[in-house]
């Protein structure tokens, strides 16, 4: 049976209109959307400008990647800059759609005049208004959207030429969609950090969790699985509203402050989350109303006296056994405070044989799998109902019907991961969100706060009748000697100034290989320049940097071989395929370290290799040994491109720059997938750019000085203020 899905690609002639003489027409369209008229491309600006049937005129500034506007069941989007992933926005939900992601180089030339249209109704197809060459670059269009339509390799394609028009078709049978759609890499991919407390700024603890999770979501990106990687800000709660008192601010001028500084150090270390929700958010506050009267509909809400050792730090009564002299929290180290209220209960303890049961049929739920027996553990000894509202709290969410009361800041902020998945403009009601991602796939959270996600959130889930996340991960603690760095213990790291001395990827590498994922983990100055340096700048920023100096000096910087004829029965492919695939591995079972340790390995294999073959000598020898050295750093290059993209979840701005090196652009290095580590990318004839170093060797002062005077050594004190050098020697 087959089932044809077409792909149009029009080339139309200049458009008639008058209006539009002295521009330069991209593409006409004219197809059953009602409501487009035309794309062109203006030539004063080189903006994008679409017209629509009922007048208006959408106006894309040039600086702008990619835009979309949704017209009924179909969508337009316009891709420009060589940039190949798109958002899709269909009947309001997000989508995301790939276009010509399979041929990034091929399309390239053609992408910043590409536009196209994607009708996603009754035919799945999908045209394309584009510059006349573009049509003979589509063979293995893949496009992806939230049903998982696949029109991948197997497609077929033909094109033909009429009055002008020239269109290309490409059809797909049923058993290659079915295939595809069965395939598990076309699933969402939902993930979250917890949503950070904004009584103070950020600190290293808060975004390790932040930088973990977007490795993760890069990688699954790369696996081309639809991400949503949500994060965002708590923003409820008796310790909030102190942090905006103690800083003589209102606690709303205060959450935008502090949830404006989380912003500013994602972009910093190239957090490339999908939705940022803040507790505060209109849509959150409807969404949590609403889950709250459901749980209450089910029986499952009454209202009690409670009496308990309060800690405010972690927002939770304490049970008095597990509290250490003084009545202190073990984790805060500072004297919970006896509390009684009048509050509303959610009935825990009813879903505790379902509970217990949920962990022992999925028991990947709970994550690592070490951290499952404690959650069992509590689960066993019996679950006691826990206290929804609080009676002296203003800064909350009223309780539906009881505007005396403000719901528990817990049974707030977790409702953030659903109503994360609305967009603004959507009305904001359970349903819809649902619909749109969830159940999360993994929950990424920090050991503090397992029992809230392990066994609360499923139990709440449960009795509103919602699917529960697939995994909740709980990593362990950053550490500084032996604490837990902390805004409530002062003892805390700056990202931002590690960020600034050391650079996004210096960071995220340093953590993300460093500390176990899973396991805690302790920070030092001396330990992070030395990683970093030996890793980033001399392992592969040094392999790059001298390997392109020899290409440069003997070869004009141009490959001489394809890199897959180059490494016909060379064992450092197969070295680079096998620690690849191993990377791969790590990557999916969240080893992230172990996933950079794969990486690194390729870089080792690539600095034995080319210690090993010696390619400066024998460029000097001249003839079959010119060739062979010619052909050594083609193998070497291919292994720093394999690097770049492998890396590139840990590593992004870092692994951009290797690309660009190897002579590709921004928007190539972009659409790459993991596919793409296959080895033999680089091509016989490309032209890598001019060697420059990646990543700066990070020198501490005192060593430079040392190395200068070393009388100075004895009568000065140390002074380690690192500098970033510029030159990676060669
Ligand atoms: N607001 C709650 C989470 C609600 S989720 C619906 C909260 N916020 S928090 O800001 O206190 O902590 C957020 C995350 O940062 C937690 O996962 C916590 O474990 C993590 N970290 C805070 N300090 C940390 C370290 N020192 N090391 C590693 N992660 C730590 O809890």
């Not at 004829?565 to 096998?578: Q, R, S």
Request: a neutral charge; proline letters at 4%.
């Amino acid at each position: 049976m087959k089932r044809d899905s077409v792909f149009r690609l029009n080339h139309y002639p200049p458009c008639p209109d008058d209006q539009f003489k002295g521009r330069n027409l991209i593409g006409f369209g004219e197809h059953t959307d009602p409501q487009i008229i035309s794309v062109l491309r203006s030539n004063n600006t080189s903006g994008l400008q679409i017209s629509l049937k009922d007048g208006n005129w959408i106006s894309i500034p040039p600086d702008q990647n990619s835009f979309f506007i949704n017209v009924g069941h179909s969508l337009q989007i316009v891709g420009r800059r060589g940039l190949h992933r798109f958002q899709l926005t269909l009947n309001s939900r997000t989508e995301q759609i790939f276009v010509g992601h399979l041929l990034p180089q091929a399309l390239a030339p053609y992408s910043k005049k590409m536009a196209c249209r994607v009708q996603y109704s009754m035919q799945n197809s999908l045209w394309f208004l584009s510059s006349s060459r573009f049509y003979s670059q589509i063979q293995s269009q893949r496009v992806h959207s939230r049903h998982q339509k696949y029109f991948c390799k197997q497609l077929l394609l033909s094109s033909s030429f009429s009055k002008g028009v020239r269109s290309c078709s490409c059809s797909a049978t049923t058993s290659n969609i079915d295939a595809d759609i069965n395939n598990s890499n076309a699933e969402a991919f939902v993930l979250t950090t917890p949503l950070y407390y904004v009584n103070a700024p950020p600190h290293m603890g808060s975004a390790y969790t932040t930088i973990a999770a977007d490795a993760i979501a890069r990688f699954q990106r790369l696996l081309r699985k639809k991400v949503i990687f949500i994060t965002g800000t708590d923003e409820h709660g008796e310790k909030i509203a102190s942090a905006a008192a103690a800083n003589d601010s209102s606690p709303s001028k205060h959450c935008d402050s502090v949830s404006q500084a989380y912003k500013s150090l994602w972009r910093d270390l190239d957090i490339a989350y999908d939705k940022f929700i803040r507790t505060t958010d209109s849509k959150h506050e409807a969404l949590v109303k609403e889950f709250y009267s459901k749980v209450l509909a089910n029986g499952d809400i009454y209202r009690a006296d409670y009496e308990g050792l309060y800690c405010i730090n972690c927002e939770e009564y304490k049970d008095e056994k597990e509290l250490l002299e003084n009545n202190c929290c073990p984790m805060h180290l500072k004297p919970c405070v006896r509390r009684k209220e009048d509050n509303y209960f959610f009935a825990l303890s009813k879903y505790q044989k379902r509970l217990e049961d949920t962990l022992t049929e999925n028991p990947d739920f709970v994550q690592p799998s070490f951290r499952l027996n404690e959650v069992q553990g509590w689960v066993k000894s019996g679950l006691r109902d826990f206290s929804i509202s609080r009676a002296s709290v203003d800064w909350g969410i009223a309780v539906p019907n009881d505007d005396k009361q403000t719901i528990y800041v817990w049974f707030d902020a977790l409702l953030g991961y659903i109503s994360a998945l609305l967009d603004d403009k959507e009305q904001p009601n359970l349903q819809t969100a649902i619909s749109s991602g969830w159940p999360a796939s993994l929950h990424l959270i920090g050991k503090d706060i397992l029992r809230f996600h392990a066994v609360y959130w499923p139990a709440m889930l449960m009795s509103a009748g919602l699917s529960l996340p697939k995994m909740v991960f709980g990593h362990g603690f950053l550490t500084k000697d032996g604490l837990k760095m902390g805004k409530s213990l002062g003892n805390t790291l700056e990202p931002n100034v590690l960020v600034h001395r050391f650079g996004s990827d210096g960071v995220r590498y340093f953590f993300l290989k460093e500390v176990e994922f899973g396991s805690d983990g302790d920070y030092s100055e001396d330990r992070f320049i030395n990683i970093i340096n030996a890793h980033l700048a001399n392992t592969i920023g040094n392999l790059l940097n001298r390997t392109l100096g020899l290409l440069k000096k003997n070869c004009q910087s141009t490959l001489a071989i394809d890199s897959a004829i180059a490494a016909e029965g060379n064992a450092l492919k197969d070295t680079v395929e096998e620690l690849v695939e191993k990377a791969r591995q790590h990557y999916e079972n969240l080893e992230l370290s172990s996933a950079c340790e794969a990486v690194l390995e390729v870089g080792n294999a690539g600095n034995v290799y080319i210690d090993g073959q010696a390619p400066w000598s024998l460029f000097k020898q001249g003839g079959s040994a010119f060739e062979t050295a010619a052909k050594d750093l083609v193998i070497v290059l291919e292994a720093l491109r394999i690097i770049a993209i492998a890396l590139s979840p840990i590593t992004p701005s870092l692994c951009s720059r290797i690309y660009t090196q190897l002579g590709y652009s921004e928007g190539q290095f972009n659409a790459v997938t993991w596919n793409d580590t296959k080895w033999g990318g680089l091509k016989r004839g490309q032209v890598m750019a001019q060697p420059n170093p990646v990543f700066g060797r990070i020198e501490l002062e005192t060593e430079a000085k040392n190395a200068g005077d070393s009388t100075k050594k004895a009568s000065k004190k140390m002074n380690k203020t690192p500098k970033t050098q510029k030159a990676v020697e060669a």
